[in-house]
């Protein structure tokens, strides 16, 4: 179990630049998330995958942003025409099954500059 | 919706004293119930888990018992040491979203040890 790997941890760019992150989850795990954590705040829910499918999706996520995962391993968040507001930490979980402990990795930290 | 109130922090303790944190939630049905602590530079980690009214969760000499009554859930522990110190989230699972459950966090409790 090498645990839920998130990169990079730290991204710093440009109001209006585009930016992706990668998060691969623990191995059998077929469940996984992200969350997005502003500061002083606890995470916030944003999108869920079983295997490849998106299944849910929460009104935070606007159309700037979009989630993958081909073949159901590893997971791509993207955010298009960065705004000062996207400025968090993103955090990606995964689990083996929809009543088990979900895992967290260290997330990446976005600055928008 | 659903949602988590915590205790506002941040909390500052002497090595082995008691601690407490405060959690409480509003849910419709009967949601599980999770305590998260995340150190710093790191991700979080489950803590412990009840899944059930008058459950108790434990790890690592940290207790809390789902109390349906009063709606709480609230962190304890006996004897806190330095290596406590980090942040402390509350959490439950909100209604299942076709085959996983969505966790919805209160705002984290920051806890400083003192020796």
């Known amino acids: 179990d090498t645990g839920v790997s998130q990169d990079p941890r730290h991204k710093i760019t440009k109001r209006g630049q585009n930016v992706t992150f990668r998060c691969d989850p623990i191995?059998?795990?077929?469940?996984l998330y992200w969350y997005r954590q502003t500061l002083g705040q606890g995470p916030e829910f944003l999108t869920y995958?079983?295997?490849?499918?998106?299944?849910?999706k929460s009104r935070l996520l606007s159309d700037r942003f979009s989630a993958e995962r081909p073949k159901g391993s590893f997971s791509t968040l993207e955010i298009q025409r960065t705004e000062q507001g996207d400025s968090a930490m993103y955090l990606c979980?995964?689990?083996?099954?929809?009543?088990?402990?979900?895992?967290f990795g260290d997330g990446t930290r976005l600055s928008i500059l | 919706g659903n949602s988590v109130t915590q205790m506002e922090g941040p909390v500052t303790l002497s090595e082995e004293a008691f601690l407490t944190i405060n959690c409480t939630y509003t849910?419709?049905?009967?949601?599980?119930l999770f305590w998260y602590v995340q150190y710093p530079g790191e991700g979080l980690q489950l803590l412990l888990k009840a899944t059930k009214a008058d459950d108790k969760g434990s790890n690592k000499g940290f207790e809390a018992t789902y109390r349906k009554e009063t709606t709480s859930f609230h962190l304890e522990k006996g004897s806190v040491q330095v290596s406590d110190s980090a942040v402390y989230f509350c959490a439950l699972s909100d209604l299942p979203i076709q085959g996983a459950q969505k966790l919805v966090f209160g705002q984290g409790t920051r806890l400083t040890i003192n020796p």
């Open positions: 995958f079983q295997n490849e499918a998106q299944l849910e």
């Open positions: 849910a419709t049905g009967y949601p599980s």
């Open positions: 979980a995964s689990s083996l099954s929809g009543d088990q402990p979900q895992h």
């Open positions: 191995s059998e795990h077929n469940r």
